[in-house]
């Protein structure tokens, strides 16, 4: 990535620049906790999910759960990332009331996974690449809930234990965008490889975001150096769940930092939490250093080994990740980057645009997907998997067009139809029923345009003076077929007869 600033922010007292990092932890896809073989299911009843390991009773021991080790390999490997043959797990000592232990198992300084990056495209198509520090593998806490009662507060116990993987970027991203895209490749990510699902609303994944600021130019002195110095003090806002919100916290910290330093203040490494309805963030605690945690060896832990062979079995069951898909997407079905990366962007939508493009125009697969079938699913909140249209329909639409049975417009209100459940039978079969097959018999047509000009004379001596003005006589002559007369016969037909070069 290029250390020239992506964006400046400009202060009472001059130029800014922000400096991100993410760490992201997604809820690891198993049926089981990362220690235990309590479930991992989400939407029990309260401390429904807990074993003896889970709530540390006196003598519990943990054991490593193999298929979560597996998932974090091939997390590791879809971000391009060093996957370590040697790690182990540590204590992380701090005292919470849903942390029954009194300690979290996480690790350290040996961590499962190592330095890697990904490539994000922003809006103006510009592809930076953000590094990724490491992922490790964590148990997660409990829940405290305090809203029960005026002056009691309850524990559930149901999501401790469960695995975390904790993706920590490097601090490569210079401005919201950048943050909100980050985080929104590294969903798709995880998704296409099944590590987890990456339902935000339901806590599975979330991130710490942290933000400094710091003179324009200080970053490439950071970069050539190494020394965070040069990067000002950072604040981490927890448990961010929703790429917007991202993006509003990254925004609202630069500038409250920038005010603050500008007013004579100084930032205080802290820790913040995000208020979504004010849309600002407010102290929580001071923030810990790692001797804070007095972290070391879990002594319940062999230190973690694994094969090279397992990694490479794992790498060959890995599936197409969205990059390459996108990249495949271009070269195959003569999409834009653009498109092909809205649809990349989603396995599902992925899936499904293929199939309506399997031996059809990709191009007008694509339109149709990204155009008529996403709005109508975005108006109506509804996910793709739950279309009304299924592919097969949508592509048997798109072959009535190609055959010039019916126009595009025609098209539109029979997908309509479909869209609502008015008609859900096959496409052609809405057509045959309803009568729209598209008018193709230039006879037919001849005699309506005949019509209309020896109604109108003047509209005709128009068009020999003003020749665009010839679109008048088009919609009069689909109106007068019901929008069935097939375009390309009516303008052909009009320009011939209206003497229209």
């Not at 200080?218 to 993006?247: A, P, Q």
Request: proline fraction near 4%; charged fraction near 30%.
């Amino acid at each position: 990535m290029s250390a020239e600033p992506k964006k400046l922010l400009q202060g009472a007292t001059g130029d800014w620049e922000v400096v991100i990092g993410l760490e992201i932890h997604a809820q690891v896809s198993s049926q089981s906790k990362l220690f235990s073989g309590a479930s991992a299911e989400y939407g029990a009843g309260p401390n429904e999910n807990v074993s003896l390991v889970d709530a540390a009773m006196p003598g519990m021991l943990p054991v490593i759960n193999k298929y979560c080790v597996e998932q974090a390999v091939r997390t590791g490997l879809g971000l391009n990332a060093k996957i370590n043959l040697w790690s182990r797990f540590d204590r992380k000592n701090y005292f919470y009331p849903d942390l029954p232990q009194g300690y979290q198992i996480s690790q350290y300084k040996d961590p499962i996974v190592g330095e890697g990056e990904i490539e994000v495209e922003l809006d103006n198509g510009e592809t930076v690449t953000i590094g990724v520090e490491r992922l490790h593998l964590e148990q997660d806490a409990g829940k405290s809930i305090h809203d029960l009662a005026p002056k009691e507060s309850y524990v559930d116990l149901n999501r401790s234990g469960v695995a975390l993987m904790e993706i920590v970027s490097k601090p490569d991203m210079r401005s919201a965008e950048e943050g909100a895209a980050y985080f929104s490749k590294i969903r798709t990510i995880v998704r296409y490889l099944g590590t987890c699902d990456g339902n935000m609303d339901e806590g599975s994944m979330r991130a710490d975001v942290n933000v400094s600021v710091c003179r324009a130019g200080n970053y490439d002195k950071f970069r050539e150096t190494g020394d965070f110095k040069y990067l000002g003090t950072r604040t981490e806002t927890k448990n961010v769940n929703s790429i917007r919100y991202v993006r509003q916290v990254i925004d609202y910290e630069a500038r409250r930092q920038i005010e603050v330093i500008e007013g004579g203040g100084e930032i205080d490494q802290e820790t913040r939490l995000f208020d979504v309805k004010s849309g600002t963030t407010r102290t929580m605690r001071s923030k810990e250093d790692a001797h804070d945690y007095r972290y070391f060896p879990d002594p319940d832990l062999l230190p973690l080994e694994i094969d090279q062979a397992w990694v490479e079995e794992i790498r060959a069951s890995l599936p197409e990740l969205p990059d390459a898909k996108k990249r495949r997407f271009v070269s195959d079905y003569g999409l834009s980057p653009y498109d092909a990366a809205v649809l990349a962007a989603d396995k599902p939508s992925a899936a499904y645009f293929e199939e309506v493009a399997h031996g059809r125009d990709g191009k007008m697969a694509s339109n149709w997907v990204t155009g008529e079938l996403f709005g109508a699913l975005n108006k109506e909140n509804i996910d793709i998997i739950d279309s009304p249209i299924s592919a097969d329909h949508l592509g048997k639409l798109i072959d009535l067009i190609s055959d010039k049975t019916i126009s595009g417009k025609l098209a539109k209100d029979v997908f309509a139809l479909m869209f609502s459940g008015e008609e859900k039978s096959d496409p052609a079969e809405i057509v045959e029923k309803r009568g729209l097959k598209q008018v193709t018999d230039t006879g037919a047509i001849e005699a309506v345009i005949d019509e209309i000009m020896a109604a109108n004379p003047k509209q005709v001596e128009q068009v020999k003076e003003k020749p665009k003005t010839m679109g008048w006589f088009v919609g009069q002559v689909m109106q007068k077929t019901g929008g069935k007369a097939n375009p390309q016969a009516v303008n052909e037909l009009l320009r011939k007869k209206l003497g229209v070069e």
